[in-house]
């Protein structure tokens, strides 16, 4: 099982598109889906911050995050304690360095239901997503994303651009938590190596599951 910090950072991998009606873009998902479109990689800084439905913040992480379509990613966590979410597009590696653990599994078995288009999959957005304008303040441009399936763990999505660029994810869970991404130092489209999405577990750690076949 996830801990607790990785728990809610699933919901922003990548995402195997679901069957659903051909409806008509919004302006919101027209510039959501042109941004998107324009990443092959990225590369960023992060803080995230995970608050209850009170809006108390429970936990602050911090750490860097490197994507390429499709399906390929790596969230390596710094602080407060060192842990790992490496995708290869197939199979999904999880190590805590704290317990000494690293929990495999398919990415397909396991991310299904996400929604991970937003950063590393294909397809559009309003396939899985109503997409609507959601506010304009302090120079940020915000996107509301509705699941269109109810048995997702999330029930809303919001993303924030500035000059055309992802500055902020947040994610509302079924019991109102919310987790909150701010990315900073964002690089987009550098050359990325493919080593940095291909995981060993350390020698002497517990594997728990099983990669895709």
């Known amino acids: 099982m996830f801990t607790r910090l990785l728990r809610p950072l699933a919901a922003v991998l990548p995402l195997t598109l679901l069957a659903t009606p051909v409806v008509a873009a919004s302006s919101a998902e027209q510039r959501l889906d042109r941004y998107l479109?324009?990443?092959?990689?990225?590369?960023?800084?992060?803080?995230?911050?995970?608050?209850?439905?009170?809006?108390?913040?429970?936990?602050?992480?911090?750490?860097?995050?490197?994507?390429?379509?499709?399906?390929?990613?790596?969230?390596?966590?710094?602080?407060?304690?060192?842990?790992?979410?490496?995708?290869?597009?197939?199979?999904?590696?999880?190590?805590?360095?704290?317990?000494?653990?690293?929990?495999?599994?398919?990415?397909?078995?396991?991310?299904?239901?996400?929604?991970?288009?937003?950063?590393?999959?294909?397809?559009?957005?309003?396939?899985?997503f109503v997409v609507e304008d959601d506010s304009d303040s302090d120079g940020l441009d915000w996107i509301a994303l509705t699941p269109r399936r109810q048995d997702t763990d999330f029930r809303r999505v919001r993303l924030a651009l500035r000059g055309g660029e992802l500055v902020r994810m947040e994610l509302t869970d079924r019991l109102g938590q919310v987790t909150a991404i701010d990315f900073s130092g964002i690089q987009r489209n550098p050359p990325v190596p493919a080593s940095l999405f291909r995981f060993e577990p350390p020698p002497g750690v517990d594997v728990v599951g099983a990669a895709a076949p």
């Open 37 to 128: 479109s324009g990443v092959s990689t990225l590369r960023a800084e992060f803080v995230q911050e995970v608050s209850d439905a009170d809006g108390r913040v429970r936990e602050r992480a911090s750490g860097t995050l490197t994507l390429q379509k499709p399906g390929r990613f790596r969230w390596d966590y710094r602080e407060p304690a060192g842990q790992l979410l490496v995708s290869d597009g197939a199979t999904l590696w999880l190590y805590d360095e704290e317990l000494e653990q690293v929990t495999v599994r398919p990415v397909s078995q396991t991310l299904s239901t996400t929604p991970a288009m937003l950063l590393t999959g294909q397809g559009r957005v309003g396939e899985a």
